[in-house]
């Protein structure tokens, strides 16, 4: 078969959201019968040894970034890592085709090179050796519209609508939207203004490509309007999601695991209330204890991730973040607090009824192929899209609504559970609507399915 000769060259922004959704697109193109070389930085590499999640198979390419103990955003410069990133990573990329290119015998040339968000010097490193590109949008297509909006002609009304809470916009092909809805990059408020430089100049990358590929981790069926062309042919999407491990795929699992399982086992069907956001959100004391309170007036079993470095910030604080949880020995009684567990796990086991979720898109994504309702408790970046989606447009759970301060009151977080796993009307239409879903995902990665027959139809293109 012609996929077979295809050869394709990875290249991720170093950051979990980044590099799970390109793992999974690289045994995606394997099982096609691609060859694939994925290109990481060493930081991101050496987290994957020490979790024990290097997949077989895979030919990796690690270079350094220049920061190989990992990027602190609190003491490093981004300008700084964003430019050796840069340098560093087209070098790699150049090295990495030019040594696979036809005149090396034995070696397979490089067919198509893909890149993840924030990485636009890969697509000129790509055109420069005339090999094709590809833009891995690792966020749904929602997002990308309303980017692609902000820098053609809506930024104005963009900014107007965050900077008054009442106001909605109307953006082709998306729901209406309020300023609560908006991807934070947007706000004139926003102190990453270098990662929205990076996607207006990843977009203009991409609109100057004569034929521009961007592959979407969504599905034809979840998206339908947002996945359409963009201003008559502009901007074209192909959705080869939901990635997520699936079939003979195994769970990343940790050694506390079969305790968690086992725990779950115990627990009556579609009781417990499973809370996670992450690995970046990084919570204060204050809006633990409310999310503590919340847990403990729902009354139900509880699985809680606090993160290791959560749990212990530097300084006196994290100390304190530690040791004074509030009502520990009663959240012991009710639930389970861990440092990490394996999510796709704990959302598939049959005990499991909600999920409180920060909503990131790999979060939401595992929510709906294992057909769990939610709490949304977005914070920043795409999370408020996400949420969005999810409460008004999928109808799979609820969102919480953040007091005058931002943060989201102990009373809230518990009504809010309370709605999602009640027995009434509403309750029982979130968790049909989550099976809905779940079924639509399943479909269409099957072999006749939309995204894995929009993946094989661009193998047969290039």
Avoid at 188 to 193: R, T, W
Avoid at 221 to 229: F, I, Q, S, V
């Amino acid at each position: 078969m012609a996929q077979t000769q295809h050869h394709f060259l990875l290249v991720t922004y170093p950051v979990q959201g980044h590099i799970n959704p390109a793992l999974e697109f690289s045994k995606r193109l394997i099982i096609l019968g691609v060859k694939v070389t994925f290109t990481i930085p060493v930081s991101a590499y050496r987290k994957m040894i020490k979790a024990g999640r290097v997949p077989e198979g895979f030919n990796f390419v690690v270079f350094s970034d220049g920061f190989d103990d990992g990027f602190n955003s609190n003491t490093n410069d981004h300008m700084l890592f964003m430019t050796q990133m840069k340098r560093r990573g087209s070098e790699t990329l150049k090295e990495t085709i030019l040594s696979n290119s036809a005149q090396n015998n034995g070696s397979t040339p490089i067919t198509c090179l893909v890149y993840t968000p924030l990485l636009p010097w890969a697509a000129e490193v790509a055109r420069g050796l005339n090999v094709p590109s590809a833009l891995l949008w690792i966020q749904p297509a929602s997002i990308l519209r309303v980017y692609y909006y902000y820098f053609n002609g809506y930024d104005k009304l963009i900014r107007d609508c965050c900077n008054e809470p009442s106001w909605s916009i109307e953006l082709p092909g998306l729901p209406s939207l309020k300023s609560r809805d908006l991807p934070s990059f947007c706000f004139p408020s926003n102190p990453y203004g270098f990662i929205l430089d990076a996607v207006k100049e990843q977009l203009d990358m991409v609109a100057s490509e004569e034929k521009p590929i961007i592959f979407v981790n969504s599905f034809d069926a979840l998206e339908e309007e947002a996945l359409k062309e963009i201003d008559d042919g502009k901007l074209s999407m192909i959705a080869i999601g939901p990635l997520v491990p699936r079939g003979d795929l195994v769970f990343e699992k940790s050694k506390d695991d079969d305790d968690i399982m086992e725990w779950m086992t115990t627990k009556p069907k579609g009781s417990i209330v499973y809370v996670a956001f992450g690995s970046l959100l990084v919570l204060t004391k204050k809006q633990k204890d409310a999310i503590a309170q919340g847990l403990l007036g729902s009354e139900r079993p509880f699985l809680w991730v606090i993160r290791d470095e959560d749990a212990n910030l530097k300084g006196e604080e994290g100390e304190e973040n530690k040791e004074k949880l509030s009502c520990m020995e009663e959240l012991e009684k009710l639930g389970l607090i861990v440092p990490w567990c394996s999510q796709l796990e704990v959302l598939s086991h049959p005990s499991l009824g909600c999920f409180v979720t920060h909503c990131g898109w790999n979060s939401t994504l595992e929510s709906i192929v294992c057909g769990v309702p939610v709490v949304a408790f977005p914070h920043w970046n795409d999370q408020p899209m996400n949420a969005k989606l999810l409460a008004d447009v999928w109808e799979t759970g609820v969102r919480v609504a953040p007091n005058e301060d931002g943060a989201v009151e102990g009373e809230e977080i518990r009504k809010c559970i309370e709605m999602v796993m009640a027995d009434d009307e509403k309750g029982i239409a979130m968790r049909n609507n989550a099976n809905k879903w779940k079924d639509l995902a399943s479909a269409a990665v099957k072999e006749t399915g939309s995204s894995n027959t929009n993946l094989k139809s661009f193998l047969e293109l290039i």
